[in-house]
Nanobody, 123 residues
Framework: VQLQASGGGLVQAGGSLRLSCAAS????????MGWFRQAPGKDREFVAV????????FYADSVKGRFSISRDNAKNTVYLQMNSLKPEDTAVYYC?????????????????WGHGTLVTVSS
């Protein structure tokens, strides 16, 4: 599975961005999909995860109520809508594929990773 994330950029605090992650292959709908982020000098952290059907989502407390994960299985794409952005949201954002049948929140539970897209939020 190959993943290509896009949509990052520079935005002012309070602004919005929508990240996309396109996946190759014909089994996209069989995977749990997640978003993680990594700020400079910090460990990669969980942001959001969505079930195979898209019916269940789960978020990190730090983004709950501001970010929304969704997916379009017909387009092999997962999205991350980010609203009310804060400077502390600045990071490289990664999408990832998990083959486990649960809502994975730990990086080691993911099997394939995209290259990441940089989000910079200015104050």
């Amino acid at each position: 599975v190959q993943l290509q994330a896009s949509g990052g950029g520079l935005v002012q605090a309070g602004g919005s961005l929508r990240l996309s992650c396109a996946a190759s292959g014909r089994t996209f709908s069989s995977y749990v999909m997640g978003w993680f982020r990594q700020a400079p000098g910090k460990d990669r952290e969980f942001v959001a995860v969505i079930s195979r059907s898209g019916g269940t989502t789960f978020y990190a407390d730090s983004v709950k109520g501001r970010f929304s994960i969704s997916r379009d299985n017909a387009k092999n794409t997962v999205y991350l809508q980010m609203n009310s952005l804060k400077p502390e949201d600045t990071a490289v954002y990664y999408c990832a594929v998990s083959r486990i049948q649960a809502m994975a929140v730990v990086p080691s539970q993911y099997d394939y990773w995209g290259h990441g897209t940089l989000v910079t939020v200015s104050s």
